[in-house]
């Protein structure tokens, strides 16, 4: 079986199968989101990437900062530590436990090691130097979030995975038994020592089938992670929807939220936040701090590597809002307000006003488009 066959993964069948046919979100024998998503044109789209994009790619490998596993030899005193490792990559160490969520260690975002989006650096933490976790946490089942060799390399490490419905036959196939995996339904819960950890509602897709074939046939999730003194926010990959709001009213408020703000455009604006709207869902989840993720690794989009981050720092300016921007690598204390000193290149980018994205379906009347926003 070749590399790419073995790294699609697997179809839910079964039990399985049932208890996600059984999903408020499962209809017409698929998932689906509470809020329709418009699908960027197929022709319009390939047009674009055709034409490609520039500075979408860094000069050099960006800077990171190298860690080893006695690093976290010491729980962290406030309680509280947030490591970014790339992309959606993160370990939070919170209230005494550690979880990793979507753990993506391999070359390039792919289901082949020859082909498809490859890092702008290197893996900050050996994955061989990992500390001891309690659980791996996946948003959903993309190769970006998803990563079929860093799986196999902490099954026997890891005691514990939670997914979304349906993502636990990939798992299964990979070699992690049905009772080392705890698969939920949005507002589904389970518990991890002192945590509640709970799946929150996303407006997104998945499949990992080069042609297509299992679109959403697996669930997507951000997820709420609540300690006896501390909470965090994931929001997985989403793009902007009312949903924001009842998880902030039922689950924060979050001491730090972690929010995709990068690979967006206009075409695919209901996949993705973008900046602004990473704001926007930021003050609706009820979060302290907003740490940034999904950029600055893999060239997923057409816009430059870059202008994720100079456009949330513009439009937190404009909110109020805190923010913390680490290097890949970097530990953030999210209770202790630390200043943003830019870590990348200056490099051009496009403004909010130039390349509005804006989700479908939002109200303004309801605050769910930012101000200031086209659409």
């Known amino acids: ?48 990437w055709a034409r490609g994009g520039e500075h979408t790619v860094p000069d050099e490998p960006p800077p990171i900062e190298a860690r080893r596993r006695g690093d976290w030899s010491t729980p962290p005193p406030a309680g509280l530590h947030i490591t970014w490792l790339g992309h959606s990559t993160t370990l939070v160490e919170i209230d005494g436990h550690r979880l990793l969520l979507d753990p993506v260690w391999s070359q390039r975002a792919s289901p082949f090691s020859w082909a498809g989006p490859k890092r702008f650096h290197p893996p900050p933490l050996p994955l061989a130097e990992l ?18 060799e860093t799986i196999v390399a902490l099954r026997d490490r890891v005691p514990l995975f939670v997914v979304p419905l349906g993502v636990g036959a990939h798992l299964e196939r990979w070699g992690i038994s049905a009772a080392r995996i705890v698969e939920l339904d949005w507002w589904g819960e389970t518990t991890i020592g002192a945590l509640t950890v709970t799946a929150t509602p996303a407006r997104h897709f998945s499949g990992r089938s080069i042609v297509m074939r299992d679109r959403d046939a697996t669930l997507w999730a951000g997820w709420a992670i609540r300690g006896p003194e501390h909470r965090v926010y994931y929001s997985g ?15 924060g408020p979050f001491d730090a939220s972690l929010i995709e703000v990068g690979a967006y455009d206009a075409l695919w604006a209901d996949v993705h936040l973008g900046p602004e709207q990473a704001i926007e869902a930021h003050r609706l989840v009820r979060g302290g701090v907003l740490i940034p993720v999904h950029w600055g690794t893999f060239d997923l989009a057409l816009h430059p590597w870059t202008e994720p981050v100079e456009r949330l720092l513009v439009a937190a300016s404009r909110a109020g809002t805190r923010v913390a921007i680490p290097r890949p690598g970097q530990t953030v204390a999210p209770t202790t307000p630390t200043p943003v000193v830019p870590w990348w290149p200056a490099v051009p980018w496009r403004t909010a006003e130039e390349a509005p994205v804006v989700s479908t379906g939002l109200e303004r009347s309801r605050g769910l488009v930012p101000a200031g926003s086209a659409g």
Do not use: C
Not at 7 to 18: H, Q, Y
């Open 1 to 48: 079986m070749t590399n790419g066959e073995d790294a699609v993964g697997d179809r839910a069948t079964g039990a399985r199968l049932e208890a996600m046919k059984a999903s408020p979100q499962w209809k017409d024998g698929r998932f689906r989101n509470r809020l329709d998503r418009h699908d960027a044109p197929l022709l319009k789209s390939l047009a674009q």
């Open 131 to 148: 500390p001891p976790v309690d659980a791996v946490v996946i948003s959903h089942d993309h190769y970006d979030h998803l990563d079929h």
């Open 237 to 251: 990959d989403t793009a902007m929807f009312p949903d924001f709001s009842e998880i902030g009213s039922r689950l």
